[in-house]
Nanobody
Framework: QVQLVESGGGLVQAGGSLRLSCAAS????????MGWFRQVPGKEREFVAL????????CYADSVKGRFTISRDNAKNTVYLQMNSLKPEDTAVYYC???????????????WGQGTQVTVSS
């Protein structure tokens, strides 16, 4: 059974930082690209960042480029999202997801976590 478990969300002031983690189990982690998405109530889930099977290939949404960094540790079956210079508009539930393809498209992802809330106060 595949499980993706996010952690690290919380409440932070604007300009602050958070690091999200996503621990994976039940799959061959190194064979999956990993993505982060976010969703605000009443809006569609949007792509945030992805990282390829091995360290090196990354892609970011324009809204987070230069502020967020995605990374992975294949030895720990974990993907991270370092979020700096947070803004109130970054407030959302953040989800990690696993994909055998390298894609920004939500529908191509095979497995999803339950999400972790990030709230940025102004």
């Amino acid at each position: 059974q595949v499980q993706l478990v996010e952690s690290g969300g919380g409440l932070v002031q604007a300009g602050g930082s958070l690091r999200l983690s996503c621990a994976a189990s039940g799959l061959t982690f190194s064979r999956y690209a990993m993505g982060w998405f976010r969703q605000v109530p009443g809006k569609e889930r949007e792509f945030v960042a992805l990282i390829g099977w091995s360290i090196g290939m990354t892609c970011y949404a324009d809204s987070v480029k230069g502020r967020f960094t995605i990374s992975r540790d294949n030895a720990k079956n974990t993907v991270y999202l370092q979020m700096n210079s947070l803004k109130p508009e970054d407030t959302a539930v953040y989800y990690c997801a696993a994909n055998q393809l390298i894609s920004r498209v939500e529908g191509t992802y095979d497995y999803w976590g339950q999400g972790t809330q990030v709230t940025v106060s102004s």
